[in-house]
């Protein structure tokens, strides 16, 4: 690991920080390509980075599920694109947050009211764009408990949607190896 050799004169520190192989447990899921590189893919917590700061999705989603109209909310980050400088052909240029809201049955939600919200309460990089912020037109997935299933929330909302974007950049799809908790 080319991070640091460990917590100076702290042993239980570096137990906790360093697994059995000497790799760093940073909290992030990352694959491991072919060629020995790896992509980072989630996060073992809900949170994320946005221009180097962490934002907590919880707290994006107690603002949003505390407007009358909004049963549930889920939020994480996705790919941002941007277009190169030199080629003009999309890139990936860091990270966005993304909100997708499941309203109440029958109810109006106001997305500029929501996002109004978020600008009002939160500093400016957790605030997601207001076309960042979707109603669902079907519900959430539910555990049998009939909390919301996360895992099922990524493989069904999230994952699609970061495919979407990550096929409107022109470098080839390589297929997805299996992911590993560093």
Do not use: C
Request: neutral net charge; hydrophobic residues 45%; proline residues 6%.
């Amino acid at each position: 690991p080319g991070l640091m050799k460990g917590y100076f004169n702290n042993e239980a520190a570096n137990l906790d920080f360093f697994d059995k192989n000497g790799f760093a447990r940073t909290g992030d899921i990352a694959v491991m390509n072919d060629d020995g590189t790896f992509d980072i893919v989630d996060r073992a917590k809900r949170i994320g980075k946005v221009l180097g700061y962490q934002v907590y999705f919880v707290e994006l989603e107690q603002i949003v599920d505390s407007f009358e109209g909004v049963a549930r909310s889920y939020v994480d980050i996705l790919p941002r694109l941007d277009k190169d400088k030199d080629t003009g052909q999309l890139k990936i240029d860091g990270e966005m947050i993304k909100v997708w809201l499941q309203p109440k049955p029958g109810a109006t939600v106001d997305l500029t009211a929501i996002h109004a919200r978020l600008e009002k309460e939160l500093v400016f990089y957790k605030v997601p764009k207001l076309e960042n912020i979707e109603i669902m037109a079907k519900p959430f997935p539910e555990t049998t408990v009939l909390k919301l299933d996360v895992r099922a929330v990524k493989e069904t909302i999230v994952e699609p949607a970061r495919a979407a974007i990550l096929a409107k950049v022109s470098t080839p799809a390589t297929k997805a190896p299996k992911p590993v908790v560093a």
